[in-house]
């Protein structure tokens, strides 16, 4: 993983309250969407990216699905349908807290 990502380090992570988060731990993230929308997920912790910490969230979004079954762009007969995804992100030190 390291090899894709050259920033990327599998090392534990202090958060802004003083929570030691250790690889592999369910944490807690806030993020926010459009419109300054707050979202609050349960995810995995994975690592460091630039002192920052990543992780891994399921989450459902909203896609194209073509008929065949492929996702992403819109084909003739594909369908706007609401697909559950697996995703990796940074966030800042503030927004990730963990689950005890």
Not at 7 to 16: G, L, M, V
Not at 35 to 59: D, S, Y
Not at 71 to 82: H, P, T
């Amino acid at each position: 993983m390291s090899s894709r990502y050259p920033y990327f380090k599998e090392i534990p992570f202090t958060n802004r309250i003083g929570q030691t988060v250790q690889v592999g731990d369910r944490v807690v993230v806030v993020t926010t969407g459009y419109c300054h929308r707050v979202n609050v997920r349960e995810g995995i912790f994975l690592g460091v990216t630039n002192r920052h910490p990543t992780i891994q969230v399921v989450e459902e979004a909203m896609c194209w699905v073509a008929p065949d079954g492929s996702i992403g762009r819109w084909k003739d007969g594909a369908k706007y349908e609401k697909r559950r995804r697996t995703i990796r992100r940074t966030l800042q030190a503030d927004r990730v807290f963990a689950l005890k």
